[in-house]
């Protein structure tokens, strides 16, 4: 009930690329990646919660548009069930890496192991006060 997967930047890619081909995932994170594709969800009714992180639109870009694949991975599975916090540190991919996965470590722990597989009731009805001002529940 607690496989979980995060990635950064390709690797983020990677993860969500799992996401449309594994049905048993119960959350990830997206550092800095997002969805190249995406389609229906293995099990739709089990949708995973995401986390996204990922700097301005038009800033974190290295070779896509880093903050609009990470939006669009967002909107796609909320409108399939999914739980999703987006994180815009407003910076761009090369000089806001480290940061970005340092602001949201400690949170992004947390989320992991509040959202295993078939989680119900979802456990936020908020987001935690341990989130950076720049993450919002979707």
């Not at 959350?27 to 969800?41: D, K, Q």
């Not at 870009?61 to 987006?86: H, M, P, R």
Request: glycine residues 12%; aromatic residues 8%.
């Amino acid at each position: 009930s607690r496989i979980h997967s995060a990635g950064y930047s390709p690797g983020s890619c990677q993860t969500a690329a799992m996401i449309y081909a594994r049905a048993y995932l119960a959350s990830v994170i997206c550092y800095s990646g997002g969805a190249m594709t995406m389609g229906p969800l293995p099990d739709a009714r089990n949708p995973p919660a995401l986390l996204g992180v990922h700097g301005g639109v038009g800033k974190d870009i290295y070779g896509i548009d880093i903050a609009q694949n990470t939006l669009a991975l967002e909107s796609d599975l909320k409108s399939k069930g999914s739980f999703v916090i987006d994180c815009d540190d407003g910076g761009d991919h090369l000089t806001s890496g480290s940061a970005r996965m340092a602001g949201v470590a400690g949170p992004g722990w947390q989320f992991l192991k509040d959202h295993p597989y078939q989680v119900n009731p979802l456990p936020y009805t908020s987001l935690p006060a341990s989130f950076p001002s720049y993450c919002t529940k979707m």
